[in-house]
């Protein structure tokens, strides 16, 4: 059971079948369009979306908006440290802004940067300093329903090729959890191999620690060897290994905003420091408030706690097993931020070019007000200049995320009915077409509309 009652509630707008048919037509058959007023359950994202504690409440209260050496700069500065070990922290407004000042500073045009799965704002970070983003996911990670432990960590043997390839690689970078591949763990004996791997070439290794807690605990739940140690000793342990971290923490701090940049070498954090004062906020704050700092530090605290992070991964198992047992299928085994649908195997009516995975996410806001994204071919397809599909995602997927100490039980068995009622008439879920799509970044703009089975 969560180990927290509620205190402050916040109503959730629930419409009727023809009033969110009507958004959705209006929205352009795209989720992003979507207002909050609008939906009854927000699966969209678990970033920025988590509930605050009391304590982080009352920490807000302290913060110190000092320009320069703010006590709140120092609060949030020792907690990263004491979790993390790194010498030299930067507060960053947000993830991304940590991977665009270090890439920034490591990656020359041409080289590479090789991880795991890059998230799509590393991959779009690598490539604006000029880079290559190259994802080397372990062979495990290709079977959506093998129950194997870690398929979120790299392939040892690619990874090895690469580092001795022609072409320069200028970073190595872990996500942990890998949110690209399913929100599978990585775990240590991977980190470990890939780090002296890394290292033995010279090459800097850098963890994406967003949801670094979470790839703790499931460490401790399925690696042998780890089962004794708490979720702070699996995550300093993971840092102990790198050469830097970045951040969101708008994951595993439970906070709204806020991220940071971590690194031991103190010239190439000065090189960073000087383009975060350039772009983000002189050192004692980088584009956040001393509330969000204080926030942070305890959030920090609050997210490695055993009986939270138990209760976490408890949701998203619970969520699996009744949408499991609807007869729809997911990748497994389930991870702890999000679940992600099967899409192209429940709609296998649609052909990759009906967009199977963005079918459903449309049908779970029309059917229940269920927001969700998709993982597949809009996302991750490319067509020739006519529009014709011609090169479909590996897996058509619909990514349920779950926002931290947001949503209770009853509202994920409502999600889980909402699916189960879909798939009892799967055939009828029209497949989409798209109407516009403007080249970059489109499945945050693109407009779309079904088109009959
Ligand atoms: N790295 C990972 C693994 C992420 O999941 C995200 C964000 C970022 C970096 C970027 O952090 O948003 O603070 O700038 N993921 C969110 C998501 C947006 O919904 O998965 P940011």
Redesign the pocket.
Known sequence: MEPYRIKVVEPIPVLTRDERTAAMRAAGYNPFNLNADQITIDLL???GTGALSAAQQAAAALGDETYAGARSYYRFRDAVASLTGFEHILPVH????A?RILFGALIAPGQLSVSNTH?D??RANVHLSGGTAVDLPCPEAADLDSDTPFKGDIDLVALAEALEGPTEVAVVVM?ITN?GGGGQPVSMANLEAAAAITRAHGVPFIL?A??FAENAWLVIQREPGWSDKTPTEVARAAFDLADGAVA?L??DAIVHMG?FLALRDPDLATRCEAVLIATEGFRTYGGLAGRDLEMIAVGLEEVVQPDYLRARAGQAEHLASLIEKAGVSIVRPPGMHALYLNAGRLLSHLTPAQYPGHALACELYVAGGIRCAELGSLYLGVEDETGTLVKPAPYELVRL?IPRRTYTQSHLEYVAEVIAEIATSPESVPGQRLVSAPPLLRHFHCRTEPVAP
């Open positions: 994202s678990d970033s947000q993830g991304r802004a991977e998230f704002t590393t996500t949110n994406d967003a949801r969101s708008k994951k991220g995320a």
